[in-house]
């Protein structure tokens, strides 16, 4: 691409050992973005970015220390985040798409659709589509499809992948199941039990929500002329680290995994790039140090595998990482996303001047942009504010409201105890874990970076799961509400908790129970969806949203994908 400002510093990376090894990091030498389009005769160049959690990305903005702002504005680095006047940069050359959705296909959520530039919670999609999109005349989409907590050994197991036996530390054996095998072990010589999750169901999943965005081009990049499939890159590994079967297995997972890729998005020269966990040293030898050694095994210089020569690269992130962990997300220090986001990006452009052809993974589309279907007037336009692990896979950010902590592996009950059970059926395409609550000790909350807004209609939304069948849900609540400055956040009982139950916002509509899979379906899965609009000047105006959920009382009560959706309140619906 063209440029508007020179180089300002020396590179970030050298090539040493096996694996892209860190040689500073911060001071990239990228130039500022000049503003202008991609050369749209060309295919969109599509980077394919997948994993768990941390590829969501977790790096926040404010908030000083950690904070990206701090990295840049006060500390100098990525300068290429800012222009002249320390506003955030636009690459009007890349395109920053994110979709999400648990389990299999279908339940596509879409999250970012926009020029890349620095909005909400940051990951290492925003190093990656600068460099590559500096070292591209192509118009470039970084297409994310990827949720938190998946395991690659196990929801996101390839096809192809077959079972395997793995004898624990008490001598039991195991049987592992290949793809879509079910559940996820079982002692050797028993029968398995399936339950409502296969083996590689959130990679199918993951694949199709990333497909339905490129057949939908134009919608995503306007006016693009075709796409090409030119990379993937991989952060993943902290759930099969913590499992001695999966991370003893994951170099024979992840050979598949870039295998099967290429093959189902007909790229057969797409480049692939992972990166380690930040916290793993080389010669450690507990799970993250078997899912270290696994990535350097299948970078190309390591001649393991002749076939990905020039074509795979591993990022060694432990230097990059500012501290924490994955399973912490590196305390939402935005330097680590950016230092490994820089990381791989880099190395991306460095498999991409290896390649002597492009060889297109579609034929040439029309140029001529799709029709978008005419939208019914005067309904405002929706779109999700994103809310940490709102399927519960992990503990992400949520909270108890009596005591204002951290759940602390609360979550982790699966459907499938339920199902198994006889006492519910399985949920089409959602994961498997879900929020025990029972009663006011369990009730939960979640502070959102998301600042509340004037003239805004909220939709929050939750699905219930009653196990008991005795008569409808259990009554409960859904709450949204405002932290403000200048209250301590203990409501007044010494209780630090985020002004938990203070500062509610009153809901404008309640509906409350509806079946999840139809009216004619008494499969125990029922919806709440509680309404909030504000008016031109909301109290609270500007101050982080906290969304609250609340049980029935002493009834047991679970609780499973919560949902916030905003849009701008019409004339007449303002407060």
């Known amino acids: 691409m063209k440029t508007r400002n020179a180089i300002k510093v020396s590179g970030l990376l050298a090539m040493m050992s096996i694996g892209w090894t860190p040689v500073s990091s911060g001071k990239s030498k990228l130039p500022d973005p000049d503003g202008k389009s991609a050369d749209l005769s060309k295919p969109v160049q599509v980077f394919i970015l997948m994993g768990q959690s941390n590829m969501l990305g977790f790096g926040k903005i404010k908030g000083g220390e950690g904070s990206l702002e701090q990295a840049v504005k006060e500390k100098g680095l990525y300068p290429y985040l800012i222009d002249e006047a320390g506003n955030w940069t636009e690459r009007k050359d890349v395109r920053n798409v994110r979709v999400m959705g648990s389990g299999g296909p279908g339940q596509t959520r879409v999250f970012n659709n926009e020029w890349m530039t620095i909005k909400g919670n940051i990951g290492p999609e925003m190093g990656i589509g600068h460099h590559v999109g500096h070292a591209l005349e192509a118009p470039v989409m970084i297409l994310k499809s990827c949720i938190g907590n998946r395991g690659l050994g196990w929801d996101l197991l390839p096809p192809g992948s077959e079972s395997f036996e793995h004898t624990d530390a008490k001598g039991v054996t195991w049987v592992h199941p290949g793809y879509k095998g079910s559940p996820e072990r079982w002692e050797k010589g028993s029968e398995p039990k399936k339950i409502g999750w296969y083996a590689g169901l959130q990679y199918d999943g993951d694949v199709a929500r990333a497909k339905e965005v490129l057949a939908d081009l134009n919608t995503y990049y306007p006016d693009a002329g075709g796409y090409e499939v030119a990379g993937f890159c991989w952060w993943q590994g902290d759930r099969d680290s913590r499992n001695e079967a999966l991370s003893s297995r994951y170099e024979k997972n992840l050979v598949q995994l870039i295998k ?120 405002p336009a929706v779109s999700l504010i994103e809310i940490d692990e709102p399927g519960f896979e992990s503990d992400g950010s949520w909270k108890f409201g009596r005591t204002g902590l951290g759940v602390n592996g609360f979550f982790g009950a699966s459907h499938a105890n339920y199902i198994n059970a006889g006492l519910i059926d399985p949920l089409p395409n959602r994961g498997v874990f879900f929020a025990y609550n029972n009663g006011p000790q369990h009730d939960l909350y979640q502070v959102l970076p998301t600042a509340l807004g004037a003239d805004t209609i909220y939709t929050l939304k939750v699905v219930a799961i009653h196990p008991s069948f005795v008569g409808s849900f259990p009554g409960g609540e859904l709450r949204l509400g405002y932290v403000p400055d200048t209250d301590d956040g203990t409501g007044g009982d010494g209780v630090a908790n985020d002004s938990y139950g203070e500062f509610l916002l009153k809901p404008s509509a309640v509906n409350n129970p509806t079946p999840v899979n139809g009216d004619e379906v008494d499969d125990g899965f029922q919806a709440w969806t509680w309404t909030f609009t504000t008016g031109a000047n909301p109290a609270g105006l500007g101050q982080k949203l906290r969304v609250e959920i609340l049980g029935g009382g002493g009834v047991q009560s679970l609780f499973d994908n919560v949902q916030l959706e905003v849009a701008a309140a019409k004339m007449d619906q303002r407060k």
């Open 260 to 379: 099967q890729l290429r093959k189902d998005f007909k790229a057969p020269n797409a480049k692939f790039v992972t990166a380690s966990l930040g916290q793993t040293k080389k010669g450690a030898v507990d799970g993250g140090g078997k899912i270290l050694d696994a990535m350097l095994a299948v970078d190309g210089d390591s001649g393991k595998y002749p076939e990905f020569k020039g074509n795979v690269a591993t990022v060694y992130a432990h230097p990059l990482s500012k501290g924490s962990d994955s399973g912490s997300h590196y305390g939402g220090n935005a330097e680590t996303y950016m230092n490994i986001g820089d990381a791989m990006g880099e190395a991306m452009v460095g498999l991409l001047k290896n390649r002597s052809t492009v060889v297109a993974s579609e034929a040439p589309k029309s140029t001529k942009r799709a029709q978008a279907p005419e939208k019914a007037k005067n309904v």
